[in-house]
């Protein structure tokens, strides 16, 4: 599964259902909050992915800092997958 792509098509929803609007190219140094999505954007994404990939690494795992890049937030969900297919 390509988690990095299921993020991206996620974050596209989100924006479009809380009429948030992207920056046009989310590439591995974007930064999070200057994506276009906002605190609200970023809480539905987390339980859209929630929804889609069956997990949240944000209360499954010990993370003690927040992501600031899509790179780093793509990270997090790829060991969370991971580590819910071992």
Known sequence: MDIEQV??????EVAEISDCKL???IEAD?????S???SLGYAMLVGQLE???GIDP???MA??????TFAEFVAIYQQGFAR???
């Open 36 to 38: 276009g999505l906002d």
């Open 30 to 34: 974007t930064v999070l909050l200057e």
């Open 51 to 53: 929804e889609e990939l």
């Open 23 to 25: 920056v046009t190219a």
């Open 84 to 86: 819910k297919s071992v």
């Open 7 to 12: 993020v991206r098509n996620a974050m596209i």
């Open 58 to 60: 944000f209360t499954e």
């Open 63 to 68: 993370i003690t800092i927040y992501p600031s």
